[in-house]
DNA sequence: TATGTCTTGACACTATTTGTCAAATATAAG
DNA sequence: CTTATATTTGACAAATAGTGTCAAGACATA
């Protein structure tokens, strides 16, 4: 499985652009991007979305995985996490459709 | 659908006990359990372990009420939770079968 | 060696979470 | 109407986590 600085790392090298061309579009310190293509440190949302324009990643893939890569990260030590997750779509689908702003 | 807040005070109402009471044994102030009840903090892990002992709630029910509530705060604002959720199980049954710990 | 790229770690700054406290409110009893 | 008790609210401090900066080290190539 792919995880999302693989994805990152990929595409930038399939452009042949270096971390420092990247990370100036991006207004970050290379070593940043260094670190999160390497899931060293996780991108925050505003910098996926940047990314997704820099390297021509499909926003709404890589939003989901970064999400998904959250939501995992905090169930992964969990003995229950098939539950929490069909939990979890309840709520959702709950909020979606009492939520006061919808 | 019952918040977490709510099957927290539900349970100690129904076992007569006072916020200063469920509090004390939980080692924090009345206040915060104020809060937890009507959803305006959010407990942290360690909470929803003492609160399942000290209320005789199921540890399993209340984490999985917990972390479910995480996630569906963290996505309810995408419109692709359902991707997003999909994606998620796979990334934990990854984990799962390719952790280092396990 | 010399150059350019990437990685690593220490550090500071900011934001978020968590805890503390006292005043305000609510409820019930005398 | 007081008094007492329970809960709520908001302001604030402390602790933790996230983010950004920088320079030195590692690595590859010419």
């Known amino acids: 499985m792919e995880t999302i600085g693989q994805i990152i790392r ?6 042949g652009l270096l971390l420092r061309q ?6 970050i310190d290379p070593a ?3 670190k999160i293509e390497r899931n060293e440190r996780r991108p925050n ?17 890589l939003l989901a995985q970064y999400i998904s890569d959250k939501i995992a990260y905090d ?6 996490a098939d539950r929490v997750l069909k939990l979890a ?6 909020l979606k459709t009492h939520s006061v702003s919808n």
Chains 1, 2 share one sequence.
């Not at 990247?22 to 207004?27: E, I, M, N």
């Not at 949302?45 to 893939?61: A, F, H, P």
């Not at 779509?89 to 709950?94: D, F, N, P």
């Open 10 to 15: 990929n595409k930038r090298e399939s452009l």
């Open 22 to 27: 990247v990370a100036a579009s991006l207004d």
């Open 32 to 34: 940043i991007l260094s």
């Open 45 to 61: 949302k505003e910098l996926i979305l940047k990314l997704s324009e820099t390297l021509d990643i499909d926003k709404e893939e």
């Open 75 to 80: 169930i992964a030590d969990e003995n229950c």
């Open 89 to 94: 779509e309840k709520k959702v689908q709950y």
